[in-house]
Every structure is written in C-alpha cells, then in structure tokens.
Nanobody
Framework: QVQLVESGGRLVQAGGSLRLSCVAS????????IRWFRQNPGVERSFVAV????????LYNDAVKGRFTISRDNTKNTAYLQMNSLKPEDTAVYYC???????????????WGRGTPVTVSS
C-alpha cells in the first residue's frame, strides 16, 4: 500500500510563504500525477493543484494561481507545494494525492496522505 506523508504546514502570517512536501513510498512514483487538495471542517475537499508524472504540465485552482507552485522530484519520490503571498482564506489542512491521471474531476480516488495543517493569521 502506498504511503504518502505531508509536512511543512504551520502557522504563518498573511503575506508569508510556506513550502509543503509530500514524500511517497511508491517506487513507481513517476508513473503518477500528484495533486494537492485542501479541506476545512464541514467543507468539501477542494482541488488546489496538479502536476503530471513528468513535471512538464501543471494546473491550478484560480484561487491560488500566481501564488502557489507545484513541483516534483521523481528521484526523491517527493512533491512540493510552494505557497507565497498567503491569505487567511488559504487556511486548511492540505493533502497530497497520488493519482493515475493528470486530468480528472475525481476528488476521492488514488492514494492520500494524512494531511498537514496550514493556518494563516491576518
């Protein structure tokens, strides 16, 4: 079973930056797209960003476009989410997701980590 471990979340002031990491145990990591989602209590999980298996293509939620950057290092089985110009509305638990396809509206499939909390204070 694939294990994903997110890290890097913490309390940060508005306007600050964080870099989240997601390390996968999957040896075929490079065969999968990586997606980041975020979720607050009582709210449906929402898509943040996706990167294809080679790292050549990315897509972002409009709410984070221009502020967040998704990347990956297949030699380290690790994906990243660089978050700049953070806003209080970015506060959420952030989850990474190993998924077979780059383009999909599925919000539940694939392998998931346990999440890392990000809190942005105003």
């Amino acid at each position: 079973q694939v294990q994903l471990v997110e890290s890097g979340g913490r309390l940060v002031q508005a306007g600050g930056s964080l870099r989240l990491s997601c390390v996968a145990s999957e040896r075929t990591f490079s065969n999968y797209a990586i997606r980041w989602f975020r979720q607050n209590p009582g709210v449906e999980r929402s898509f943040v960003a996706v990167i294809d298996k080679t790292g050549d293509n990315t897509l972002y939620n409009d709410a984070v476009k221009g502020r967040f950057t998704i990347s990956r290092d297949n030699t380290k089985n690790t994906a990243y989410l660089q978050m700049n110009s953070l806003k209080p509305e970015d506060t959420a638990v952030y989850y990474c997701n190993l998924y077979p396809f780059f383009l999909s509206t599925d919000r539940t499939g694939g392998s998931w980590g346990r999440g890392t909390p990000v809190t942005v204070s105003s």
